[in-house]
Each structure stands twice: as C-alpha cells, then as structure tokens.
C-alpha cells in the first residue's frame, strides 16, 4: 500500500490490495494534477483528452460537488492532511447552493462535498450547510415536485428518488 493509505485489518494481505493501492496512487495522481491547473472557484467535469485542459464550471452546475467531494474520498483513503485542506478550500463555493431551489441536483453538489467533509472531520460550519440544503427542499419540490424520475417514459420504484 502507498504511504498514508489505510486498509481495515480484515483486508490486509488481500490479493487485491494491490491493485487498490495502485489505483489509489493513480487517482491521487490525477486529482493532484487537476488541483494544479484548476482555480479553486472553478469545477472540472470532462477534459476532451488525457492530455486535454480541463472543462469547468461554477458553482451551479448539477457536477460542481464532484470533484471536491474527491477529493474528501482521497482523504479519507490517505488521511493526508493536504487532500482535506484542497477539498475544504475547493468546497467553500459551493456553499451559497444551499439555498438553490431551481434544481434537484443540491445532493451531488453538497453533499459530496460537505456531507463528506462532516463526516470525516466533525466539522459543525460543514453540518450546518448541509442543513440548510435539506431546509431548502420545499422549495425545490414546489418548483419540480416532491418526487424527481429519470428519462424513463415510465418510472419504476427503481428511477424515482424522493
């Protein structure tokens, strides 16, 4: 396993580890190098190659959680203090979401971000968004309904999220 990463006892020795501590070393190479060439009032979401800039955007957009909630995953994973430092500062935009009610996508914008960050650090500021997102929701279901489904001409209990 790379330095920092922590395996639960039970998964020592796993034939997999490996291949978790690899892909964990890759991930972490590809975050650290979106964190050097993205501001951290911008989002990436797609790069048009491996080589390619980044496309971003701010904080309204349905994808903006993503990759600061990474960047708590990576955290978590390595309990690197320099990951929780870049997703709290990279989180702080998102923020002002929480009083969104045009979308339904709040969940992936905050709680990605500072659901996880609550929950690893105890952080009460992080808690207090995530409040005030889930206050916010009548006001989403009065613009789209108490219950969002997907594409599907014809929801099922499997494409409805309430």
Do not use: I, K
């Amino acid at each position: 396993m790379p330095d920092g990463c922590v395996l639960p006892a039970s998964a020592q020795g796993d034939p997999l580890d490996a291949l978790v501590a690899n892909d964990l070393q890759y991930a972490g190479q590809q975050l650290q190098a979106a964190v050097n060439v993205t501001p951290v009032a911008r989002y990436p979401y797609e790069t048009p190659s491996p080589s390619g800039p980044w496309t971003t955007s701010d904080a309204a957009w349905w994808t903006s959680g993503f990759f600061p909630g990474s960047l708590w995953l990576m955290y978590q994973a390595t309990g690197d203090p320099m990951w929780r430092t870049e997703a709290a500062a990279r989180q702080a935009g998102l923020a002002s979401q929480a009083s969104h009610t045009s979308t339904h996508d709040v969940g992936f914008m905050l709680f990605t971000t500072y659901g996880n960050g609550y929950r690893l650090t105890g952080e009460p500021s992080y808690r207090d968004v995530v409040l005030q997102a889930a206050r916010s929701r009548p006001g989403r279901e009065a613009r789209h309904g108490p219950c969002t489904g997907s594409r599907r001409p014809t929801p099922t209990p499997a494409t409805l999220a309430c």
